[in-house]
């Protein structure tokens, strides 16, 4: 029997169990529809992680207090003016860019809301604009002469108060009345779109006249190009610890912190993965079950087949094929599920403020589908070889 003629067997022996080889499609449907859609979505978030920090500068290196990531970072407080200083003499660097960090509440019509406070030099606008640091969508940026002027997030203008701030609106902090010159967008202050919070923007010597701090929480420096970036990293360790007399800081350049976000993506959406393809794992043995059913059904067929000259090769490849179009079948709707749903998720992430892309793609169709193909094969191989032992004789008187 040719290979076309076993595949229209095959088929019309489905098409004669729609109901069954329906709900054993189910299983293989769910499990692929998963898969896809975890890897899209995956994949877009890492694309979009990757954008964010390209938006930032690849060569862009990070001072931190303390001696890792962590609560610890959150509030050591090494660093020292003096330290920018000392980094603006390094060779190989740009620019050196401190923030002045710290936490308040914000008052507006008799309304408290908590706050993290940014305080910067505006002489570096220009470089925080280029990174995407800093967007300012309504009014304008922070001036070196401004003093009691405030920059605020969007979301925090629109969402804070019951009355949305406005350019010329006031808050409070300390006791002393700042006003709203500029909204900025919320996809400043951000790691991969997903905005810090409720974040007020003032100038640096404001933040040290109302909270103390003086000195830089961190220090963000920018190399001459992002091939310095790995020599700049050593001479800063090198002439902080000597100056410190001891390594109570860390650094981390752009693509070293992008490297990590990634491996952490991957091993999460490996993980995930892992827990749909249990899915897949069900349906597949969903259509082992049904191969078995329908063997056990058509004994009879099979011993006719036999009679008549099928060999053990075509029976076993007839079975074979029919678990395999279970398994195609239901990988191709549970691809175009699986896209489907990435679609709507990434709409409504978009929705949220987290730009997050999905891609169709080609190649992870035709691999979803070869996987639930090969799936199904496997599952049905069993059943199949059981249906070619089968003795023609006794299978003919079965009943």
Known sequence: MAIGETFAVALKNLRHQRIRSFLTLAGVIIGIAAIVALISLGNGLNIAVTQQFEK??????YVEPGNSMGLETAIARTLTDRDVELLEDIQGVEVVI????????AVHRNE?????????????NDNLREMGFMD?????????????????????????????LGLRSHI???????????IVSDSGMSIGGISVGNVVYMHKDIIGELYGEEDPVEIQVNATTQEDVPAVVERIEYELEKDHGEKDFYVMSTEQILTGANMVIGIIQLVLVGIAAISLAVGG???????????????????????????????????????????????????????GFSVIVSIGASATGFDLPVEFSLLLF?????????????????????????????ALRYE
């Not at 408290?112 to 570096?124: A, D, Q, R, T, Y």
């Not at 006791?175 to 709203?180: D, L, M, N, Q």
């Open 56 to 61: 930032l500068g690849m060569n862009s290196i």
């Open 98 to 105: 401190p923030f002045y960090e710290t936490s308040g509440t």
């Open 112 to 124: 408290s809301e908590g706050v993290f406070i940014l305080g910067f030099n505006p002489e570096h």
């Open 136 to 164: 300012v969508e309504i009014g304008r940026e922070l001036d070196v002469n401004d003093r009691y002027s405030v920059l605020v997030g969007r979301r925090f203008a629109e969402k804070a108060y019951e009355k949305e």
């Open 172 to 182: 409070e902090l300390e006791g002393k009345k700042f006003r709203v010159i500029g």
């Open 285 to 339: 043995i969903g259509i082992m079950n049904t191969m078995f059913m329908s063997v056990m059904e058509r004994t009879r067929e099979i011993g006719i087949m036999k009679a008549i000259g099928a060999t053990n090769k075509v029976v076993r490849n007839i079975f074979i094929l029919e678990a395999g179009l279970i398994g195609a079948v239901g990988g191709v709707i549970g691809s175009a599920i699986g896209f």
């Open 366 to 394: 035709a691999e979803a589908m070869l996987f639930a193909l090969v799936v199904g094969m496997i599952s049905g191989y069993i059943p199949a070889r059981r249906a070619s032992e089968l003795d023609p004789v006794e």
